[in-house]
């Protein structure tokens, strides 16, 4: 499938999802595919269109990251924290290759819908523990791996663990490795990745990558408004496709018993 297969209303709304997916990822530093997909289901409900794409997208802009920023990653938690979450990211790709669509989109949507509760009620994901920290980047690997959405999990980590001069630079070698090790299970696998798509849309992300990179230091400064907000949207969003899911699900099930 390509953009031609659209139809102009639909490019017109890709187009300011990728543009928005990039500003969030330089704007907060993570959560381009968390804030996105969710809209990019909305136009096509396959997660295997979308997330090539997005995986495309994340490797050229950390890429920029990592060659400017190498000096400035702490390499001692990320080698630390790759432990826990590649396994686990890698056990997520199989998921996603595997389950029913309609199953991905409901954990994807349940997802969101968690983290925009907490972002608009302002309730953070914390842990003081040692063993918490292991479980929430076991998890965020599993996330990541189904769907590039783990990135709030594992931030949570992060956040108490490396420092903030640091931590947007190590976040962004972290998505490279991770959106590597996808890219390569794609490729593997045999996944139409869909690079004449990424490609035509990559100068649309690069404007918001931009917008992000001059919005970075406001929305730190108002994170708690920015969030608040976001997770307005997140929840409204998510709700929307959880009733979409279930609605599609209660019609295939009546068809398939004669009943309609």
């Known amino acids: 499938m390509t953009l031609l297969d659209f139809s102009l209303y639909q490019i017109l709304a890709i187009a300011l999802v990728f543009a928005w997916t990039g500003f969030v990822r330089t704007g907060l530093g993570f959560g381009g595919a968390a804030l996105g997909l969710p809209l990019m289901l909305f136009i096509h409900n396959n997660p295997l269109l ?18 400017n920023s190498l000096h400035n990653v702490d390499w001692q938690y990320l080698r630390y924290s790759a432990i826990y979450i590649i396994p686990a990211a890698l056990i997520g790709v199989f998921g996603l290759l595997n389950l029913p669509v309609l199953w991905l989109n409901g954990f994807i949507y349940s997802v969101t819908l968690f983290y925009g509760f907490t972002w608009l009620l302002n309730r953070g994901i914390n842990s003081q523990h040692v063993w918490a920290d292991r479980g929430l980047l076991i998890l965020g690997g599993y996330i990541a791996g189904i769907s590039l959405t783990g990135a709030p999990l594992m931030v949570a980590v992060y956040m108490r663990n490396v420092s903030k001069y640091k931590l947007r630079d190590t976040l962004f070698i972290l998505w490279f490795i991770l959106v590597s090790l996808k890219m390569t299970a794609f490729i593997a696998l045999s996944v139409d990745l869909h690079l004449l798509t990424a490609l035509t849309l990559l100068p649309i992300a690069t404007i918001g990558h931009i917008l992000g990179l001059k919005a970075h230091n406001a929305i730190m400064r108002n994170d708690l408004i920015f969030k608040r907000w976001i997770g307005g949207g997140l929840v409204t969003v998510s709700l929307l496709g959880l009733w979409q899911l279930y609605s599609q699900f209660v019609w295939d099930v009546m068809k398939s018993n004669g009943l309609i």
């Open 50 to 67: 979308w997330l090539p794409i997005i995986g495309v997208h994340l490797l050229f802009f950390s890429g920029l990251t990592l060659f």
